[in-house]
């Protein structure tokens, strides 16, 4: 499957989807140091997507430019991690222009590119609840993205780190949550802690009456949690100071295994590892300061993405079907109609059959649906009862789907509601109506450049087979 990583960083979501099997076609940041780690180390065709310099950040405008050329490499899949500060807890919270870029990614995939048949895109979770990521999320789906939207702890994907990302999994035609039960059971049953992923000769042992085994390091807080850490946990999740030792200001917590000043922090390699890069990764000539642990700190932990990308491949495949929900077993017993005992029993093997003849598909359509299973390899020399059984049972399943949603925007719609004054629902319907008509309210700048990119697309189309 072909790949295109837009802000690649140093490289650890196409070192992952690399491992997992996936041809990374091209590769872009707007870090240029970064380019180099990621070209010394995977060999991909890396480009600065953005150009800064000090008076100007990277924005929205230097994505939708590229946008013709990503659409020429015919990616099947465009993956990426927009730029998090703004979201993130240890940063101001605020939507400024890195959240743009967030909007810039999906206008990239689903408005002015080849749209990809599969698309990923990692943030912080704070991210999934910010207005910059309901405007994305409605053109993903407005340009037929079914979205699986999940929060994954990277302890639990082989990474000894507790980092919780979330993850938009975007796939053309699908029914939204369509890989979540696949992402679950790739999720390991306990957390990998440091001395699980590197061993036991990393810090020092702590002092005092810990058991000899015992090691610690220190890590800076950026909340008021403990900074002396056992190896026998995740480390927490890495920040851009993590190689640093206590300050002034820390003051000795009550969990710290020992002094703060007799402890040290791990050294950057170790924490390179942690992150998920081998040990052999080469960092050229970039420094072992926070620039380099910038880096570090940035990058999608690689087997977190080796993880999600095997998940995508084995269902590309066919090799995989959605786990039947429990709660639509729930749902097929409800009512004086309700099925039980065998016949609940047949309706979920005859699901199962179903997933299994589509090749794990889970299609919005039903229509759409039923038309593939009909045309699925062996599907025609079934029984006329076996055929109608597995028809209804793809109609079962996409009417629970469709109630399910109905109630989630309903309860959405009562949440945004609620407690609103007139005036303020008149004004929120006005930017409702103007976000419809023109897809998102850009700057000038960014509306000439989307304009630009549109007549770009138009010439390209004919060598791409755009339609």
Same mark, same amino acid.
């Given at each position: 499957?072909?790949?295109?990583?837009?802000?690649?960083?140093?490289?650890?979501?196409?070192?992952?989807?690399?491992?997992?099997?996936?041809?990374?076609?091209?590769?872009?940041?707007?870090?240029?140091?970064?380019?180099?780690?990621?070209?010394?180390?995977?060999?991909?065709?890396?480009?600065?997507?953005?150009?800064?310099?000090?008076?100007?950040?990277?924005?929205?405008?230097?994505?939708?430019?590229?946008?013709?050329?990503?659409?020429?490499?015919?990616?099947?899949?465009?993956?990426?991690?927009?730029?998090?500060?703004?979201?993130?807890?240890?940063?101001?919270?605020?939507?400024?222009?890195?959240?743009?870029?967030?909007?810039?990614?999906?206008?990239?995939?689903?408005?002015?590119?080849?749209?990809?048949?599969?698309?990923?895109?990692?943030?912080?979770?704070?991210?999934?609840?910010?207005?910059?990521?309901?405007?994305?999320?409605?053109?993903?789906?407005?340009?037929?993205?079914?979205?699986?939207?999940?929060?994954?702890?990277?302890?639990?994907?082989?990474?000894?780190?507790?980092?919780?990302?979330?993850?938009?999994?975007?796939?053309?035609?699908?029914?939204?949550?369509?890989?979540?039960?696949?992402?679950?059971?790739?999720?390991?049953?306990?957390?990998?802690?440091?001395?699980?992923?590197?061993?036991?000769?990393?810090?020092?042992?702590?002092?005092?009456?810990?058991?000899?085994?015992?090691?610690?390091?220190?890590?800076?807080?950026?909340?008021?949690?403990?900074?002396?850490?056992?190896?026998?946990?995740?480390?927490?999740?890495?920040?851009?100071?993590?190689?640093?030792?206590?300050?002034?200001?820390?003051?000795?917590?009550?969990?710290?295994?020992?002094?703060?000043?007799?402890?040290?922090?791990?050294?950057?390699?170790?924490?390179?590892?942690?992150?998920?890069?081998?040990?052999?990764?080469?960092?050229?000539?970039?420094?072992?300061?926070?620039?380099?642990?910038?880096?570090?700190?940035?990058?999608?932990?690689?087997?977190?993405?080796?993880?999600?990308?095997?998940?995508?491949?084995?269902?590309? &495949?066919?090799?995989?079907?959605?786990? @039947? +929900?429990? *709660?639509?077993? =729930?749902? $097929?017993?409800?009512? #004086? /109609?309700?099925?039980?005992?065998?016949?609940?029993?047949?309706?979920?093997?005859?699901?199962?059959?179903?997933?299994?003849?589509?090749?794990?598909?889970?299609?919005?359509?039903?229509?759409?649906?039923?038309?593939?299973?009909?045309?699925?390899?062996?599907?025609?020399?079934?029984?006329?009862?076996?055929?109608?059984?597995?028809?209804?049972?793809? &109609?079962?399943?996409?009417?629970?789907? @469709? +109630?399910? *949603?109905?109630? =989630?925007? $309903?309860?959405?719609? #009562? /949440?945004?509601?609620?407690?609103?004054?007139?005036?303020?629902?008149?004004?929120?319907?006005?930017?409702?109506?103007?976000?419809?008509?023109?897809?998102?309210?850009?700057?000038?700048?960014?509306?000439?450049?989307?304009?630009?990119?549109?007549?770009?697309?138009?010439?390209?189309?004919?060598?791409?087979?755009?339609?």
């Amino acid at each position: 499957m072909r790949a295109v990583d837009l802000f690649c960083g140093a490289g650890g979501m196409s070192l992952g989807l690399k491992r997992a099997g996936f041809d990374i076609v091209r590769a872009y940041d707007a870090n240029d140091e970064a380019l180099r780690v990621h070209r010394a180390n995977l060999g991909t065709s890396v480009e600065r997507v953005f150009r800064v310099d000090r008076h100007r950040k990277a924005d929205l405008a230097n994505l939708l430019e590229m946008a013709p050329t990503i659409a020429q490499l015919q990616p099947d899949i465009i993956v990426g991690g927009p730029p998090c500060q703004d979201f993130s807890s240890a940063g101001k919270r605020t939507e400024g222009r890195n959240a743009s870029l967030t909007l810039g990614f999906a206008i990239a995939i689903a408005i002015v590119t080849a749209r990809p048949t599969w698309f990923v895109m990692e943030n912080v979770p704070r991210a999934r609840k910010t207005q910059t990521y309901s405007r994305a999320r409605a053109l993903f789906v407005k340009a037929g993205y079914g979205l699986t939207e999940v929060v994954l702890d990277g302890s639990r994907y082989g990474t000894p780190q507790m980092r919780k990302r979330f993850f938009s999994i975007g796939r053309l035609g699908e029914a939204d949550g369509f890989l979540e039960s696949a992402l679950a059971d790739a999720a390991a049953p306990r957390r990998m802690s440091v001395r699980d992923a590197l061993g036991d000769d990393v810090g020092i042992h702590p002092g005092g009456n810990h058991p000899l085994e015992a090691r610690a390091f220190f890590m800076r807080p950026y909340t008021g949690h403990s900074g002396v850490r056992s190896i026998d946990l995740p480390c927490p999740t890495l920040l851009r100071s993590a190689h640093e030792g206590p300050q002034n200001w820390y003051k000795d917590h009550e969990r710290d295994m020992g002094p703060s000043a007799d402890i040290p922090p791990l050294p950057m390699d170790v924490l390179s590892r942690i992150q998920g890069f081998p040990a052999d990764w080469n960092w050229l000539d970039i420094p072992a300061s926070r620039k380099r642990m910038l880096m570090i700190a940035n990058a999608v932990p690689p087997s977190l993405a080796e993880a999600v990308g095997r998940a995508i491949l084995a269902r590309a &495949r066919g090799e995989t079907i959605p786990t @039947t +929900e429990k *709660a639509f077993d =729930k749902w $097929l017993q409800k009512g #004086r /109609k309700g099925l039980k005992d065998q016949a609940l029993r047949n309706r979920r093997l005859n699901l199962k059959k179903a997933r299994r003849l589509l090749c794990g598909r889970v299609l919005a359509d039903i229509d759409a649906e039923i038309a593939l299973l009909e045309k699925a390899e062996g599907f025609a020399e079934l029984s006329v009862r076996s055929r109608s059984e597995l028809r209804g049972a793809l &109609r079962s399943h996409a009417k629970w789907r @469709t +109630e399910v *949603a109905a109630v =989630k925007a $309903l309860k959405a719609e #009562r /949440k945004q509601y609620d407690g609103m004054t007139k005036a303020e629902f008149n004004a929120g319907a006005r930017e409702d109506e103007a976000r419809e008509a023109d897809h998102v309210p850009f700057n000038p700048r960014v509306a000439a450049s989307l304009q630009a990119t549109r007549q770009n697309m138009r010439e390209v189309s004919s060598t791409v087979g755009v339609s």
